[in-house]
């Protein structure tokens, strides 16, 4: 067998000793062994379950801006803040994006789609029967913006816009209130003492959460052309709550831009920005919502917080560290007597480094796999805990490079502060070692 | 006959704070092959300073140290280690078992050092040690789990696998009662009598009557050296012992 081959087996025999001996020290010694491996557990642990709810809530926020789309814009009216001519109850408020707004918007060429919306609640009628939802105000391509589907009929198109029809599109949950037990395509609801006929029901859908535009239900919401909402209703929305009679007056309560080229957005913002300050003046009524800008400030965000992750990663380590080069150091001192034993019968220093080393691996690698196993289920456990109790989803990504990345760093740990242990345990003097006791 | 080990003017000091502590002073000393030393004197003599040297767990201060031909009172540290496990086989006072491995483990230990993989045919060979020395039906017995008598055998099969050139032993009865003593030194005897070369450290009397030869040291020197002519009687079955471990030891492990 040649002679390098015969030397790496050697060194295999010697650290199966090891190993098995540091299984055995590690068992009998099961109390200390936990507590001084606690550090890396926790490390481990709190690492990969952090990077799973930090990955899963990023993940999160990303798809729901991206759903608004990263070549979007969202132009929202906003309530300005009181000023002292509020005071008069009977104010109607005017504020917000109006028709103007719109038009000039459209006329921006690298704009290629606009979508106004105005949106009121509404009582919706049919004979005798009636469902409270929200009357949506808007054009054809809400349809592409909004990703609509629709169980039967058709949306909104661009003649019944031109020509001020009375049709609306209603929501799935309209449809099941309003006409139970029978195809609500091609019926007539009333709206504001209006008739409108009934030329699409929407697919029921889960509603999107607030992430920049308005909230949307669509499941109770009902579709009319944006012009046949100005004609019928007029420009104005009264928005009586009960002990107030204050209303307010919004032409439209948002525009959702799409701009040709996703390197243009940010140009269009600024474009969008100037011609609302130049022609709404002092009044900030106005809210310019960037999507892509999002999605960069998500990234941003995530980075530091993986960053303040590696921070208290590094900071618990090193804690686990120095636990286990304590106990490392007590346990040297402990076994200097079997330290002097095995340097009379042959031990060279680097067996002595040898086995220290791979004891204090040994803990750290049990450390880290405990604390990867006890985050692995907290991932799985704290999403069901948190729906129990707090209602709430708790979005989790487990990856497996924070699992494996964690746990080689519970080995380097135990490589790195093993190191002074064991090099102090093979530099005893063989005779000193011997007499200890 | 060769002398398997030899020293020439062997000098020890230590520092102790500003004091400097001649443990050795010029030592001169041969032991051959098959030889049966006891080294005797009062604490402080040196004669645990002179088994250290011997046993090459530490250099001298000046002065020579051959063993088995070779030169090993300038080597270093690695090379010291390597020559304490294929040359020099170890027997303590308090026995110095590994207290986490079993009989057979123990024996195991040296050959690992020694660059011995360990197989089958190196355990059959730790196992049959442990017979030898009467403790077939204890091999998987931890050292917490043998008496002071049965330790002190292990350590003697401990010290006999890699078939070592000389046998130190350091105060080897120290621990034990006066009928376990007899046992163990009944065994070095036959040990010596199979051929191996026993350097013994005692300061009893009784116990140094059993080699051939034996060495009184004081102040770090030897005081007077002379053969033992009326060495304890040997044991009767000693020849059927020295056949088995001759036998035993022939055999190649590496």
Redesign the interface.
Known sequence: MPANI?HF??LW??SR?SFV?AV??LW?HKLRSALSVLGIVIGTGAVITLMAFGEGSMQDALEDIKRQGATNIIVQSVKPPDDASSQRRTMTLAYGLTHADYAKFKQLDTIVGSVPMRIFKQELRELHRMHNGRVVGTTSGYRNVNKIELVNGRFLNDSDDDDIKNVVVIGADVAEALFPFQSASGKTIQLNGHDFIIIGVLKERTPLSNAGGISEDYNSDVYVPINTCRARWGAAVYLRSSGSRSGEQVELHQITLTISDIDKVRDAGAVIKDNLERDHGYKKDWLVVIPLDRIEEAKRAKDRYMMLLIVIAAISLLVGGIGIMNIMLATVTERT??I????????????ITLQFLIEATVQTTVGGVIGALIGIGLVFIAPIGSELIFHKNLPAQLNAQPVIMAMSFAVIVGVTFGLYPAYRASRLD??EA?RHD | MTAVVRIEKLTKEYRLESVTVRALRSVSLAVEQGEFVALMGPSGSGKSTLLNQLGCLDRPTSGRYILANEDVSRIDDDRLSEIRSKYLGFIFQSYNLLPQYTVVENIEVPLLYQGCRLNDKTRQRCVQLAQLVGLGDRLDHRPMQLSGGQQQRVAIARSLVNDPHVILADEPTGNLDSRTSDEVMQMLTKLNDAGKTIIMVTHENDIAAWAKRIIRMRDGQIETDEQNVRAKVRHEMAGEFSASLSSLLAEAIR
């Open positions: 015969n087996f050697l025999d010697k000793r001996l055995r020290s009998l007597r079997e002097g034993i095995r340097r009379a019968l042959g031990a060279k220093r680097a067996d063989p005779i011997l």
